[in-house]
C-alpha cells in the first residue's frame, strides 16, 4: 500500500515545525506494556488528527496483531526491508484506525539478526530504509523493538532521535534499566549521537499495593522531569483489546486505559526532549522492602509426662510430696493395701510418693473396685455334712483322729466357739 506524500515538501514539516519524530519503544525485559504503548499511544494521536506509522521490530508481531492487521495481508514485512533491501514505502499498511499506519512483522524477523550479522554496517540498515518515511509526511513514527538488546533494538536506536522507555511497576523491571541505559550510551558514543531520552512511561499500576508506588518514587528520583506524569494503569480492558485487534481507544473509549493514554499523547505532543544527558546510574534503583518482624520463639509443647510433673510441684525424680506422705500414713490398713495392689507394690516400705492432686488410672481404679466388691475368702476346711439327731457328734469326736486337745478344738469349732 502506498501513502499519499503531501505535495509541498513544508507540509510534512508542519506539525509543530519539528518534522517527523521517530521515537524508539525500547526496554530488554518483556511483559512491560512495549506493544501495548506503542499501538494504544499511536491511535491516541491519531485520534487527535496526527499522522502516525507503528513499526513492528518484534518477530512476535505483538503491534500488528494489536492493530487488527490479518496475517494474510502481511505481504511486505520488516524482514524483508531489512533482509532483502524491499521498499519501505511498499511495507506500509492502512489500519482501520484513521491517520493509523504500521508496518507489520512476522516470525522471519527472527531469523534477521543471524543474516544481518555478517553485513557491512548492520547497525544502520533501518535507519537508511527509513529515509523515504520521513518525507512521507508522517508526524510520528513509533518503534516497537523486541524484549532484548539484541541487534534489532540495536538498529531501531540508531534510526530514532527519541528513545520512550515502558517500565512496569514492579522490582524486576526496575533490575535491567541499568544494563538498558549502559547500551543506550554506547549507541550515542558510536552510531547515533543524537538520541535523546525523551520519557520514561510508568505502566502497569496497581494503586492497591505500596510496591507499585515505591517503584514510582524510586524512578522519579534517579530522572526526575523525564518522567511522564501520567501512569498507566492495571485493567482488564487493556488486556482484552488485542485479542479483538483493537486499540484500547476504540475498544473501549471511556475505559480508564484509553484515557491515560489520551494524556500520555498530550503530554508527548507537548514535551520537547531534554538535550542533558542521560543520568549515570552508578546503582541500579532499587525497592527497600523492610524485612518482616522476627516471629518470638515459642517452647515446643511439653509432654503429658512432663505436664503431670508440673502440676505436683515440678521436682526431679526421686522428690517426695511431703504432703502426700503425711496423707499415706493416716491411711487405714485397708485402704495403704489397696494402694498398694494398685501400684504394683511388694512391700509397705515401697511406697511411691503421692501427687498432690493424683489422677487415678482408669484401669486400676476398676481393679480396685472388683477388689472392694468381692468379700475377703478366709481358708476353711471342707464343708461336713449336715449333723445328725442323737449321739453323732459323740460318734465322730470319738472316731476323729489325733490327741485328746485336737478333738477338744475340733468340737469347739463345729459349734461355732462356745465353750
Known amino acids: 500500500m502506498t501513502v499519499n506524500r503531501p505535495s509541498d515538501p513544508a507540509e510534512a514539516k508542519q506539525p509543530g515545525k519539528r518534522g517527523t519524530r521517530v521515537i524508539a519503544v525500547a526496554n530488554q525485559k518483556g511483559g512491560v506494556g512495549k506493544s501495548t504503548t506503542a499501538v494504544s499511544l499511536g491511535a491516541a494521536l491519531a485520534e487527535m488528527g496526527r499522522r502516525v506509522l507503528v513499526v513492528d521490530l518484534d518477530p512476535q508481531g505483538n503491534a500488528s496483531t494489536g492493530l487488527g492487521i490479518r496475517h494474510d495481508a502481511r505481504k511486505v514485512t520488516v524482514y524483508d526491508v531489512l533482509a532483502n533491501d524491499a521498499a519501505i514505502m511498499e511495507a506500509v499498511v492502512q489500519t482501520p484506525l484513521p491517520n493509523l499506519f504500521a508496518i507489520p512483522s512476522t516470525i522471519d524477523l527472527a531469523g534477521a539478526e543471524i543474516e544481518l550479522v555478517s553485513q557491512f554496517s548492520r547497525e544502520l540498515k533501518l535507519r537508511k530504509a527509513m529515509e523515504p518515511l520521513r518525507q512521507a509526511g508522517f508526524d510520528f513514527v513509533f518503534l516497537?523493538?523486541?524484549?532484548?538488546?539484541?541487534?534489532?533494538?540495536?538498529?531501531?536506536?540508531?534510526?530514532?532521535?527519541?528513545?520512550?522507555?515502558?517500565?512496569?511497576?514492579?522490582?524486576?523491571?526496575?533490575?535491567?534499566?541499568?544494563?538498558?541505559?549502559?547500551?543506550?550510551r554506547l549507541v550515542q558514543q558510536n552510531v547515533n549521537p543524537a538520541l535523546r531520552l525523551s520519557?520514561?512511561?510508568?505502566?502497569?499500576?496497581?494503586?492497591?499495593?505500596?510496591?507499585?508506588?515505591?517503584?514510582?518514587?524510586?524512578?522519579?528520583r534517579f530522572f526526575g522531569d523525564r518522567v511522564y506524569d501520567t501512569i498507566i494503569p492495571r485493567t482488564v480492558r487493556l488486556s482484552e483489546a488485542p485479542g479483538f485487534g483493537q486499540p484500547i481507544t476504540v475498544y473501549d473509549p471511556r475505559s480508564r486505559g484509553a484515557k491515560r493514554y489520551r494524556e500520555l499523547a498530550g503530554e508527548v505532543v507537548r514535551k520537547e526532549?531534554?538535550?542533558?544527558?542521560?543520568?549515570?546510574?552508578?546503582?541500579?534503583?532499587?525497592?527497600?522492602?523492610?524485612?518482616?518482624?522476627?516471629?518470638?520463639?515459642?517452647?515446643p509443647r511439653p509432654l503429658r509426662a512432663e505436664r503431670a510433673g508440673t502440676a505436683t510441684g515440678g521436682g526431679g525424680e526421686g522428690d517426695a510430696d511431703p504432703a502426700g506422705e503425711d496423707r499415706a500414713e493416716d491411711l487405714s490398713d485397708e485402704g495403704e493395701a489397696r494402694k498398694l495392689k494398685v501400684g504394683g507394690a511388694t512391700e509397705a516400705g515401697d511406697r511411691a510418693p503421692v501427687a498432690k492432686n493424683p489422677t487415678p488410672a482408669a484401669k486400676p481404679a476398676?481393679?480396685?473396685?472388683?477388689?472392694?466388691?468381692?468379700?475377703?475368702?478366709?481358708?476353711?476346711?471342707?464343708e461336713q455334712p449336715p449333723e445328725q439327731a442323737g449321739g453323732a457328734d459323740q460318734e465322730e469326736v470319738e472316731s476323729s483322729p489325733g490327741d485328746e486337745d485336737q478333738k477338744r478344738r475340733w468340737s469347739l469349732f463345729r459349734r461355732g466357739g462356745q465353750g
Open 144 to 184: 516497537d523493538c523486541p524484549p532484548s538488546l539484541g541487534l534489532l533494538t540495536v538498529n531501531a536506536m540508531a534510526a530514532a532521535q527519541e528513545l520512550m522507555v515502558p517500565i512496569q511497576c514492579e522490582y524486576y523491571a526496575l533490575e535491567g534499566l541499568g544494563q538498558l541505559i549502559k547500551n543506550v
Open 199 to 220: 520519557g520514561i512511561v510508568m505502566t502497569m499500576f496497581d494503586p492497591r499495593t505500596k510496591l507499585s508506588e515505591q517503584v514510582v518514587a524510586e524512578v522519579r
Open 273 to 299: 526532549p531534554v538535550d542533558e544527558p542521560i543520568p549515570v546510574l552508578d546503582s541500579l534503583p532499587s525497592v527497600i522492602i523492610p524485612p518482616p518482624e522476627p516471629v518470638p520463639m515459642t517452647a
Open 366 to 382: 476398676v481393679k480396685v473396685e472388683l477388689e472392694r466388691a468381692q468379700p475377703r475368702v478366709v481358708d476353711q476346711p471342707p
